[in-house]
């Protein structure tokens, strides 16, 4: 569900599983940690930590016979040994941590859902709750991603009105900023009929935000599902659109080029591009 680069060029990860794994830059096994024993723990987000050791925040559930989830935030040093963990939530609720990030003074801002609010939840260094706040709430709202921005605030993107209530209703990409404090300063949604999702949202160079997700295309259900770009500036407007062609099944292969534009043939261990007649490339390298 995430993976990270880490500081020594290699990559660490979590999942389903329950478990940290981190490996080398060949993508090696270095070691795999189990992150939770006495009850079930599914891993969404992990970041390495200024320490050099890790943050991984997901959901946790001690009694499977309910679907009452909490959200469980761990620390661990920088082999994978947990130092200390945290539970949000309680039996009377659903919570989830889609995404932490560390922030500027060295504590955690997490996003996810609680019930059918969007969750925004800021913890110390120590992991424990500053404050936390909640947006949305008619239909299931759930943030995806989030990231502390240039002014010290938070940027959030994920799903509003998922689940639609009603035919020719839709779920629209939600894109949320927000103070230091979490406070709402203005927000923006994106999207046609149907289901549109953010699911990752950086901020850019130029002050903007750019936001990947998906997006249905057709029948509710029986939709295609596409791959979502979207570029704003720094309040979250679109200037302008355009689609990004998909590569068509009966394309040709034009010709081979290495990283320079000269015509080559495929060696191993060397970067080349295939060009195809209908303007679509991939980039490959053969490894032995």
Do not use: H
């Amino acid at each position: 569900m995430s993976v990270k680069q880490t500081f020594d060029g290699g990559y660490i990860l979590t999942g389903f599983s329950g478990e940290l794994i981190k490996s080398d830059s060949q993508g090696d096994t270095v070691w795999t940690k189990t992150l939770s024993t006495n009850e079930i723990f599914e891993g969404y987000s992990v970041q390495q930590t200024i320490d050099s050791g890790y943050v991984i925040c997901g959901g946790t559930n001690a009694d499977p016979s309910t679907n009452n989830d909490n959200i469980l935030l761990i620390k661990t040093n920088s082999q994978g040994d947990i130092i200390w963990s945290k539970n949000f939530g309680d039996t009377t609720d659903y919570k989830l941590g889609y995404s932490v990030k560390q922030t500027n003074d060295s504590g955690y801002i997490i996003c996810g859902r609680t019930n059918d609010d969007l969750f925004l939840l800021k913890t110390d260094s120590q992991g424990d709750s500053l404050w936390t706040r909640t947006f949305g709430g008619v239909n299931k709202d759930i943030g995806y991603s989030v990231q502390q921005t240039n002014d010290g605030g938070y940027i959030i993107t994920g799903v509003k009105n998922w689940f639609p209530n009603s035919v020719g209703d839709s779920s629209k990409v939600w894109l949320i900023k927000t103070d230091g404090f979490g406070n709402y300063q203005w927000d923006k949604t994106f999207g046609g009929l149907y289901t549109n999702i953010g699911k990752s949202v950086q901020q850019t160079s130029d002050g903007g935000y750019i936001v990947c997700g998906t997006f249905m295309k057709g029948g509710s259900g029986n939709g295609i599902w596409d791959v979502y770009l979207i570029k704003t500036d720094g309040s979250g407007n679109i200037t302008s659109t355009f689609n990004i062609p998909t590569p068509s099944s009966n394309r040709k292969l034009e010709k081979i080029v290495d990283i320079l534009g000269r015509e080559t043939k495929p060696q191993t261990n060397s970067p080349f591009i295939e060009i195809y007649d209908d303007g679509s490339t991939e980039k490959k390298i053969i490894i032995e």
